[in-house]
Nanobody, 116 residues
């Protein structure tokens, strides 16, 4: 099973910033969208941000104005710039890639911890 490769995450102070990166193998074709989900212990996994191949972006209400998602279609790469981080952003962040006829691909997860 091929996995997406995530970079970033870590421990930051409230108000700080982190940048997450996610790369899909170039052998994966027909990626329609990539995005980021997060999950805290005891909580359901939720969509944080998503970008389509055409550049349409969606954000969870809780991160609008603070997070920015961007992608590089040629490199099958997506980025998540997280600014003004809050303790409530603490979670494991998972990269996701949607493809046309295959099951979605997921990254390994990266821990983001925001301290008060």
């Amino acid at each position: 099973q091929v996995q997406l490769v995530e970079f970033g995450g870590g421990l930051v102070q409230a108000g700080g910033s982190l940048r997450l990166s996610c790369a899909a193998p170039v052998s994966i074709s027909s990626i329609n969208a990539m995005g980021w989900y997060r999950q805290a212990p005891g909580k359901q996994r939720e969509l944080v941000a998503r970008i389509t191949r055409g550049g349409s972006r969606n954000y969870a209400d809780s991160v609008k104005g603070r997070f920015t998602i961007a992608g590089d279609n040629a490199k099958n790469t997506v980025y998540l710039q997280m600014n003004s981080l809050k303790p409530e952003d603490t979670a494991v962040y998972y990269c996701n890639a949607e493809v046309g006829v295959e099951r979605p691909y997921w990254g390994q997860g990266t821990q983001v911890t925001v301290s008060s």
